[in-house]
């Protein structure tokens, strides 16, 4: 059965501060997605992660997916308060069209 | 953004009514999926469609049926609502190519009292 863990799963920064949010799942698979939602809103997408290695960055935010170590990182720099939001991990069950998802990491960036 | 839409957007029902919710795609797209969201649990699975006609059950579908009868129209029914089935309901689409990347609707908020 395929378990997906977030960690942390509340963060409180400050502004300007850099930090990293992980995310590790229990077997095999190639295909990694990062969800934003923000309270009382749907999930929107920000990074489909594809292969080993693979690395996106929009903005302030970075993932990485390192399929060896079934470990990908969602990766903070000099947060803002537009941040702050719930952010969603999710794997694919092994080529197939079903995901499972973490339990989401609420970031909190603080003036 | 995908053309997604979800209906009704928030109900109130009775324990033991039956409750049907309703997901419309403009995209096209092949699969379809129900989720709950839940506090402390994420987004778990209840059913999914692969096609017309074609579906499956996710983590959570006790209590749970489907039905898609057209491509664009992906329809949950909670046959005799339960207080435990509380919850916001998300749907979402994917397709094949190029990534499975699931987009999601704006969901329902459903009560059962």
């Known amino acids: 059965e395929l378990k997906v863990e977030q960690n942390p799963l509340f963060l409180s920064m400050q502004e300007e501060k850099n930090y990293t949010i992980y995310c590790n799942y229990s077997?095999?698979?190639?295909?990694l997605y990062w969800y934003r939602q923000d309270p009382g809103k749907s999930l929107e997408s920000l990074f489909v992660?594809?292969?080993?290695?693979a690395v996106k960055q929009e903005g302030r935010l970075m993932a990485s997916l390192d399929t060896k170590a079934r470990l990908s990182t969602l990766h903070i720099t000099a947060a803002v308060h537009d941040l702050s939001a719930t952010y969603f991990c999710?794997?694919?069950?092994?080529?197939?069209?079903?995901?499972?998802f973490g339990k989401g990491t609420k970031l909190t960036v603080n003036p | 953004d995908a053309g997604i839409t979800q209906s009704p957007r928030h109900k109130v029902t009775e324990t033991g009514t039956p409750v049907t919710l309703r997901c419309h795609q403009t995209?096209?797209?092949?699969?379809m999926y129900w989720y709950r969201q839940d506090p402390g649990h994420g987004l778990r699975l209840i059913h999914y469609?692969?096609?017309?006609?074609?579906?499956d059950k996710g983590e959570v579908s006790d209590g749970y049926s489907v039905s898609r009868s057209k491509t664009e129209d992906f329809l949950l029914t909670l046959e005799s609502a339960t207080s435990s089935q509380t919850s916001v309901y998300f749907c979402?689409?994917?397709?094949?190519?190029?990534?499975?990347?699931?987009?999601f609707g704006p969901g329902t908020r459903l009560t059962v009292t």
């Open positions: 992660l594809l292969s080993n290695g």
């Open positions: 077997t095999t698979s190639d295909r």
């Open positions: 999710a794997v694919d069950r092994g080529g197939s069209e079903k995901l499972v």
């Open positions: 995209e096209n797209h092949r699969y």
């Open positions: 979402a689409i994917s397709e094949v190519i190029p990534t499975y990347e699931q987009y």
């Open positions: 469609s692969y096609g017309v006609k074609d579906t």
